[in-house]
């Protein structure tokens, strides 16, 4: 796109938005209704889960969420045990003073 074009199209936006009726009215409306075709259709995520619906039996899928749930439950038991053995350095330090320093 050239200069001149640049200036073309801002005068047509210009126009359009004052109020003038331009000849890109019938590209809206193009435009519009092929937004609504496509937003009739189904997403990405919709034709990827039909898709392993039909490949993957019901059992299947029930297993591996139980699997994913049970490595997270396998980490929230490590992160446990890792504040525990925080809290009980914390304790058998806490007979040691403890300065307070205060900065100005």
């Known amino acids: 796109m050239n200069e001149s074009e640049g200036a073309r199209g801002s ?3 210009m126009a359009a938005s004052a109020g003038v009726p331009d ?3 019938d590209r809206l409306a193009e435009l519009e ?9 189904p997403g990405l995520r ?8 039909r490949v993957i039996p019901p059992e299947a899928s029930r297993h591996f969420r139980n699997a994913g749930r ?3 439950l396998g980490i929230r038991s490590i992160v446990d045990f890792w504040i525990r053995r925080i809290d009980d350095a914390e304790t058998r330090a806490g007979g040691a003073a403890r300065e ?3 900065v100005e």
Request: hydrophobic fraction near 30%; aromatic fraction near 0%.
């Open 11 to 13: 005068r047509r936006s």
């Open 23 to 25: 000849a890109g009215g």
């Open 33 to 41: 209704t092929r937004l609504a075709r496509l937003e009739g259709e």
């Open 46 to 53: 919709e034709r990827g889960r039909k898709m392993m619906d």
């Open 70 to 72: 049970e490595q997270l």
């Open 100 to 102: 307070t320093i205060e």
